[in-house]
T-cell receptor, first 114, second 115 residues
Framework: AQTVTQSQPEMSVQEAETVTLSCTYD???????LFWYKQPPSRQMILVIR??????QNATENRFSVNFQKAAKSFSLKISDSQLGDTAMYFC???????????FGAGTRLTVKP | NAGVMQNPRHLVRRRGQEARLRCSPM?????VYWYRQLPEEGLKFMVY????????ESGMPKERFSAEFPKEGPSILRIQQVVRGDSAAYFC?????????????FGEGSRLTVL
């Protein structure tokens, strides 16, 4: 079974600074996807960034980037130039390629302070 | 192109009543997934359906919970004889193909409160 662990229940960062959210996962699979989702107070699940395990290059989306360490089974999210609108719960998720069962971590509550 | 539509957004039921949550997938999507989110927790997979078929219900409680995705109309998650522990946000997601794009598109969720 795949498990996803987010060891930081809460984090805070000053506006305009950089913050890194940690995620580790456990799997015996070689082909899979990893995701970071953002859940603001509206509770909508918003995809922030996605990484295919077969790609060595780290995914980036504007101010969001990941540090994907496949051997270490680590998938951290870096948010640069933090904005107040980044305040939300952030969930790391794993999905085996070809399957439907997306597994989520428990989440990290990020607060961006002015 | 409308996103995944869920209704109702909020539902209040008394213990013992039935709750029905509806989900219309994105246009062109034929795969629907239901997840449950308890307070302060991540989303937990419940069930995966295609039109008229349940593909995987390994995450769904064996009793009181059922799901369907008929040929016409939305997918429905049905909870019979609700208890307080059923209070949660229920999210629906859809995808065009099984796992091929590696992405699910989520609705805004339905929040069930059991009094």
């Amino acid at each position: 079974a795949q498990t996803v662990t987010q060891s930081q229940p809460e984090m805070s960062v000053q506006e305009a600074e950089t913050v890194t959210l940690s995620c580790t996962y456990d799997t015996s699979e070689s082909n899979y996807y990893l995701f970071w989702y953002k859940q603001p107070p509206s509770r909508q699940m918003i995809l922030v960034i996605r990484q295919e395990a077969y790609k060595q290059q780290n995914a980036t989306e504007n101010r969001f980037s990941v540090n994907f360490q496949k051997a270490a089974k680590s998938f951290s999210l870096k948010i640069s130039d933090s904005q107040l609108g980044d305040t939300a719960m952030y969930f790391c998720a794993f999905m085996k390629q070809g399957l439907n069962d997306m597994r989520f971590g428990a989440g990290t509550r990020l607060t961006v302070k002015p | 192109n409308a996103g995944v539509m869920q209704n109702p957004r909020h539902l209040v039921r008394r213990r013992g009543q039935e709750a029905r949550l509806r989900c219309s997938p994105m246009k062109g999507h034929s795969h629907v997934y239901w997840y449950r989110q308890l307070p302060e927790e991540g989303l937990k997979f419940m069930v995966y359906l295609q039109k008229e078929n349940i593909i995987d219900e390994s995450g769904m409680p064996k009793e009181r919970f059922s799901a369907e995705f008929p040929k016409e109309g939305p997918s429905i998650l049905r909870i019979q004889q609700v208890v307080r522990g059923d209070s949660a946000a229920y999210f629906c997601a859809s995808s065009p193909e099984q796992g091929d794009t590696g992405e699910l598109f989520f609705g805004e969720g339905s929040r069930l409160t059991v009094l």
